[in-house]
């Protein structure tokens, strides 16, 4: 064989991702290897015996059911990714068999659930440090709390790198932390930039607040629908609700829910009118975005300094400041 095609043969499998699949009720799972998403799908056809008048299958994450169609967010997800192949008309339900142990989700015990949490996340970050661009400030705030021995027993590394990397983890809430608080500034300068001008138009034309008052009537229905459904949590609505800036508080696979929902669904489920919901749908994209180039990036620059020593444990800059 030719020193080609040995290459070829060793570039193709660093490119090929781990992934766990199974069907929806099904308890058998299978590990496959795909460089993407297409692959994947092919490869799961395959080792689950779906049948050709089945397919398109649709590809989802088994511990949320967030579908995966992307090939950007394929290549973030981490190896050994648990994914749920849905046939044709089938949809994901929370309580498929084996449905997964997510870190993001509720457990009846709180408590286990609780230690269950920072532990995958924990491996997340084992897995791949740029991780920590993909979480939710709960989830920063999480491992921020453990217990230094704790965390370093999980990550086998010793405390004084644990130290430095929670620091790290306390710099990056605190940069989130500054940029809501930015956004919301710039809002209420905003705001008060648009009620001076209105103030100002009112008093230029006296007559236009009566004529408004009488123009107003009464359609009889609320911005706020009940029977709006929407595949939102009730967590992940309230902080959309409360939040000043709640793209900024979501992990991403939230923010990849909120702008999977129908615009006018949304603006019902919050009580808001259709423009509020697409402007915050925007901001959830851009959101997301920056945190996907993100990541290309560390990913691109640790493939140009291959052969080097790495940085992934010991270099960590110092954190600054902690809360």
């Known amino acids: 064989k030719t020193p080609w095609g040995t290459a070829e043969r060793h570039w193709m499998a660093a490119r090929l991702k781990r992934c766990v ?13 795909a460089s993407c998403l297409r ?13 050709k008048a089945q397919e398109p299958i649709t590809l989802v994450l088994a511990e949320d059911g967030t579908i995966v169609d992307d090939e950007d967010y394929f290549l973030c997800l981490p190896s050994n990714t648990k994914f749920v192949a849905l046939a044709k008309d089938e949809k994901w339900s929370g309580r ?21 949490k920072w532990k995958q996340l924990a491996r997340q970050l084992k897995d791949d440090l740029s991780n920590i661009i993909l979480m939710s400030e709960e989830d920063l705030q999480v491992l921020i709390d453990v217990p230094r021995s704790d965390l370093a027993e999980e990550l086998a ?22 940029e809501r608080q930015s956004r919301q500034l710039l809002q209420l300068y905003l705001e008060a ?12 034309d006296p007559e236009a607040a009566p004529r408004k008052e009488m123009d107003v009537v009464d359609t009889g229905t609320s911005s706020t629908d009940a029977s709006a459904t ?12 409360e939040k000043p800036a709640p793209e900024l508080c979501l992990d991403s696979q939230d923010l990849e829910l909120v702008l999977k929902e129908d615009a006018a669904a949304l603006a019902s489920a919050l009580g808001w009118d259709k423009q509020k919901a697409g402007a915050l749908q925007a901001a959830c994209d851009q959101e997301l975005s920056k945190r996907l180039k993100q990541v290309q990036t560390l990913h691109s620059l640790r493939s140009t300094s291959k052969g080097k020593k790495t940085l992934p444990w010991g270099d960590w800059p110092s954190a600054k400041r902690k809360k």
């Not at 590394?157 to 500054?178: A, F, H, M, N």
């Open 21 to 33: 699949v199974r069907r929806r009720d099904g308890p058998e799972q299978h590990g496959v290897a």
């Open 39 to 51: 692959e994947l799908r092919d490869k799961a056809c395959g080792v689950l015996a779906i049948e």
């Open 96 to 116: 498929s068999l084996d449905s997964g142990t997510s870190w993001l989700s509720e457990s009846v015990d709180e408590v286990d659930s609780a230690a269950e």
């Open 157 to 178: 590394q010793s405390e004084t790198k644990i130290q430095v990397l929670q620091d790290t983890l306390q710099q990056v809430l605190d940069r989130r932390e500054e």
């Open 193 to 204: 930039l648009k009620t001076e001008d209105t103030i100002l138009s009112k008093a230029a």
């Open 230 to 241: 929407t595949a939102l949590s009730n967590q992940v609505l309230a902080a959309l609700k």
